[in-house]
């Protein structure tokens, strides 16, 4: 798949997610296609979470995406079933909008509530597009990748640069460099190249074409 010149949604249920999951894709792509990270929370009802908006925000910045490309949503952590219906809306909207070719979401297997809803949600609202899983290894079960995506090994670094923004997290274990560095390095090996995020395969679209 050419990613030259879509324009390609990554949606997140809260800060930290897109990056744990597309970071290094993210980085490699950014100068070369139009992008968009809308992410639904901003995780700020928990007072423990007071400097997450802002370490989002210089964690894109490390990824090279622009202030007016990252968008945080008005939605509740962990109640996300209760809002199927305004997040639908929410996605038809971004469809209208942005008018997305490619969609990155949380993959089928991650057993967190507010990410399954928003990867059925978003099956929902950007139906005749592809759409792509991406994994957060604290709550994926069962993750297998079938989309790989060769990563440089600058990507690589830019992405655990990028998550080491988020101080509030620094001693999660899924915040780890060489975890993040060990799963692209897995990545790559199922697609025979160094380093790769891989995506599980929600929906694909596409045509046949002679060039």
């Known amino acids: ?9 990554f949606i997140g249920a809260h800060p930290d997610d897109i990056e744990l999951g597309c970071g290094a894709l993210i980085h490699q792509i950014v100068r ?7 992410t639904l929370s901003d995780n700020q009802k928990n007072p423990l979470l007071t400097n997450l908006v802002q370490e989002h925000y210089r964690s894109m910045s490390v990824l090279g995406v622009p202030r007016e490309q990252v968008v945080l949503g008005p939605f509740t952590t962990r109640i996300f079933p ?11 909207k971004l469809r209208r909008d ?9 993959s089928r297997a991650d057993v967190h509530q507010d ?4 990867t059925e949600e978003a099956l929902r609202a950007f139906r005749g597009i592809t759409v792509l899983g991406y994994d957060v290894v604290r709550s994926s079960y069962g993750f297998f990748p079938h989309f790989i995506v060769e990563v440089s090994e600058e990507d690589v670094n830019k992405k655990i640069e990028a998550l080491a923004q988020y101080e509030t997290y620094r001693d999660k274990y899924y915040f780890n460099r060489e975890l993040t560095r060990s799963i692209m ?4 090996a199922l697609g025979e ?19």
Do not use: W
């Not at 209760?82 to 038809?92: A, G, H, K, T």
């Not at 942005?98 to 949380?106: G, Q, R, S, W, Y």
């Not at 390095?185 to 790559?188: D, L, N, Q, S, Y």
């Open 115 to 118: 990410h399954n809803t928003i």
């Open 1 to 9: 798949m050419n990613f030259y010149g879509k324009r390609v949604l």
């Open 98 to 106: 942005f008018a997305p070719d490619l969609i990155f979401v949380h």
């Open 32 to 38: 070369k296609t139009d992008i968009l990270c809308v």
């Open 82 to 92: 209760d809002s199927r219906q305004e997040i639908l809306e929410y996605f038809l």
């Open 185 to 188: 390095i897995r990545h790559g």
């Open 193 to 211: 190249v160094p380093f790769a995020e891989g995506f599980d395969i929600l929906r694909i679209v596409g045509t046949f074409g002679l060039e």
